[in-house]
């Protein structure tokens, strides 16, 4: 087992070297920390190909020009298995022995600690720090961006559609991490504000041993629930809600947004997202939209791209991590420099407002950036009914005003713009 699980950690790091093309051009090193082994090395894997497309891309287009030079890019990912304290000393190493100057994470618990450590005088480095978790935000860190839109947009959309249903009664067993605990704080504020009734809140490991959550998940479902809300990496996740159903819980799930319908489906051996062993384990669930499904015209060539790359579907992590990519290499140029992290961040708020990324060449929309570093981005969603996967709501939740909301719904080039909706956060 020990030789199985090397193997498989050599190969994630393999998978994230981007291949350098030919020629003069010199090489800057981006860098990743993740968890390549363990639970969540599927979610990592997410994350970090989509930088490392972007790379590929880059890099066979001849690289970038930045004040007359050029240059090529290289992926350096290390593995911190959840470690908080290995993050910071694989981001260390990747600035110390390689100059990278932005490293990318997507794990809010490793996040926090990395802000920590970013502004040391002389190792300054950009973190590309991939959480729906924004209080990381209220640091006020200067080298902090990040790609993904606010959970609490996802929480608004959640509470206003099974609310509809009819749903009053809701159940949590969420992974026991600080971004399971902010899960599950800003729904249960959300869904009690609303005059829904919490019926079981539990934080529990998702390790993938069912023992490690039994109880927990009885106890949730003898509360009579409508609802579960669920959710950390997709796998454990999937485990979570088949052993939900196997127990008898004939109601609803809830999927956090760091949990895929699509990669649990994979997981659970179904061919579509329905049956396992007679139990319709993803029936009358709601979560992160498939990137396939996104009606966008960049969407089915980017999935078919990238699985004949990385033979695996793209997950939403995918997608924004690779424009992330692209909008750093884009600042790079316009700031004339490749090193200085302070002066690429410094360039991006105009390079975006002269151009928003946008789908006709892009699997997500980029329509700006917060001062705070938050990209402004989309929440995609969808619900699986009876084995039927619904259209997918875009999610606009960074408009500060109706003003707002509709520029940006009119330069998108969604196919189905009238799926477009503004949840403002309150």
Same mark, same amino acid.
């Given at each position: 087992?020990?030789?199985?699980?090397?193997?498989?950690?050599?190969?994630?790091?393999?998978?994230?070297?981007?291949?350098?093309?030919?020629?003069?051009?010199?090489?800057?090193?981006?860098?990743?920390?993740?968890?390549?082994?363990?639970?969540?090395?599927? =979610?990592?894997?997410?994350?970090?190909?989509?930088?490392?497309?972007?790379?590929?891309?880059?890099?066979?287009?001849?690289?970038?020009?930045?004040?007359?030079?050029?240059?090529?890019?290289?992926?350096?990912?290390?593995?911190?298995?959840?470690?908080?304290?290995?993050?910071?000393?694989?981001?260390?190493?990747?600035?110390?022995?390689?100059?990278?100057?932005?490293?990318?994470?997507?794990?809010?618990?490793?996040?926090?600690?990395?802000?920590?450590?970013?502004?040391?005088?002389?190792?300054?480095?950009?973190?590309?720090?991939?959480?729906?978790?924004?209080?990381?935000?209220?640091?006020?860190?200067?080298?902090?961006?990040?790609?993904?839109?606010?959970?609490?947009?996802?929480?608004?959309?959640?509470?206003?559609?099974?609310?509809?249903?009819?749903?009053?009664?809701?159940?949590?067993?969420?992974?026991?991490?600080? =971004?399971?605990?902010?899960?599950?704080?800003?729904?249960?504020?959300?869904?009690?504000?609303?005059?829904?009734?919490?019926?079981?809140?539990?934080?529990?490991?998702?390790?993938?041993?069912?023992?490690?959550?039994?109880?927990?998940?009885?106890?949730?479902?003898?509360?009579?629930?409508?609802?579960?809300?669920?959710?950390?990496?997709?796998?454990?996740?999937?485990?979570?809600?088949?052993?939900?159903?196997?127990?008898? =819980?004939?109601?609803?799930?809830?999927?956090?947004?760091?949990?895929?319908?699509?990669?649990?489906?994979?997981?659970?051996?179904?061919?579509?997202?329905?049956?396992?062993?007679?139990?319709?384990?993803?029936?009358?669930?709601?979560?992160?939209?498939?990137?396939?499904?996104?009606?966008?015209?960049?969407?089915?060539?980017?999935?078919?791209?990238?699985?004949?790359?990385?033979?695996?579907?793209?997950?939403?992590?995918?997608?924004?991590?690779?424009?992330?990519?692209?909008?750093?290499?884009?600042?790079?140029?316009?700031?004339?420099?490749?090193?200085?992290?302070?002066?690429?961040?410094?360039?991006?708020?105009?390079?975006?407002?002269?151009?928003?990324?946008?789908?006709?060449?892009?699997?997500?929309?980029?329509?700006?950036?917060?001062?705070?570093?938050?990209?402004?981005?989309?929440?995609?969603?969808?619900?699986?009914?009876?084995?039927?996967?619904?259209?997918?709501?875009?999610?606009?939740?960074?408009?500060?005003?109706?003003?707002?909301?509709?520029?940006?719904?009119?330069?998108?080039?969604?196919?189905?713009?009238?799926?477009?909706?503004?949840?403002?956060?309150?």
């Amino acid at each position: 087992m020990r030789v199985v699980k090397t193997l498989l950690v050599i190969m994630a790091a393999f998978a994230c070297i981007g291949w350098p093309s030919a020629g003069a051009a010199e090489e800057v090193v981006i860098g990743y920390t993740g968890p390549l082994s363990g639970p969540a090395a599927g =979610y990592a894997k997410d994350n970090f190909t989509g930088a490392d497309l972007a790379i590929r891309e880059i890099n066979a287009d001849g690289g970038i020009k930045v004040a007359g030079k050029n240059y090529t890019f290289r992926f350096e990912c290390l593995d911190d298995q959840m470690s908080p304290e290995a993050a910071v000393a694989n981001a260390r190493k990747l600035v110390s022995r390689y100059n990278a100057p932005v490293v990318f994470n997507s794990l809010a618990h490793c996040i926090g600690p990395l802000l920590k450590v970013n502004l040391e005088p002389g190792n300054e480095f950009l973190i590309m720090g991939y959480s729906s978790i924004h209080s990381l935000h209220n640091f006020g860190n200067p080298l902090f961006i990040n790609p993904t839109p606010n959970f609490i947009a996802y929480i608004i959309a959640y509470c206003d559609i099974v609310w509809q249903k009819g749903f009053r009664r809701g159940a949590m067993v969420v992974v026991n991490t600080a =971004y399971g605990d902010a899960w599950r704080g800003q729904f249960r504020s959300h869904w009690e504000r609303r005059g829904g009734v919490i019926t079981a809140d539990h934080a529990v490991p998702y390790t993938g041993n069912p023992d490690d959550y039994r109880k927990e998940l009885e106890d949730a479902i003898a509360a009579d629930p409508d609802f579960i809300l669920i959710g950390g990496a997709s796998v454990p996740t999937a485990l979570v809600a088949k052993l939900a159903r196997e127990i008898g =819980y004939d109601g609803a799930f809830l999927l956090s947004d760091q949990a895929r319908m699509d990669a649990m489906a994979r997981f659970l051996d179904h061919r579509e997202i329905r049956y396992h062993n007679g139990t319709d384990v993803l029936n009358s669930v709601i979560g992160v939209a498939n990137i396939a499904d996104l009606p966008l015209p960049y969407s089915t060539t980017f999935a078919e791209k990238y699985t004949s790359i990385f033979k695996r579907p793209p997950a939403w992590e995918t997608a924004l991590n690779y424009t992330a990519m692209k909008i750093i290499a884009r600042a790079m140029v316009r700031a004339g420099t490749v090193s200085d992290p302070f002066a690429i961040r410094a360039a991006i708020p105009e390079l975006l407002g002269e151009k928003p990324i946008l789908g006709d060449k892009s699997p997500n929309e980029v329509f700006g950036i917060e001062d705070n570093g938050i990209l402004k981005s989309a929440g995609v969603l969808q619900t699986v009914e009876d084995g039927r996967v619904s259209r997918v709501d875009h999610i606009f939740s960074f408009p500060k005003s109706e003003e707002e909301f509709y520029e940006a719904l009119n330069q998108s080039k969604a196919i189905e713009p009238e799926n477009i909706r503004w949840f403002p956060l309150r």
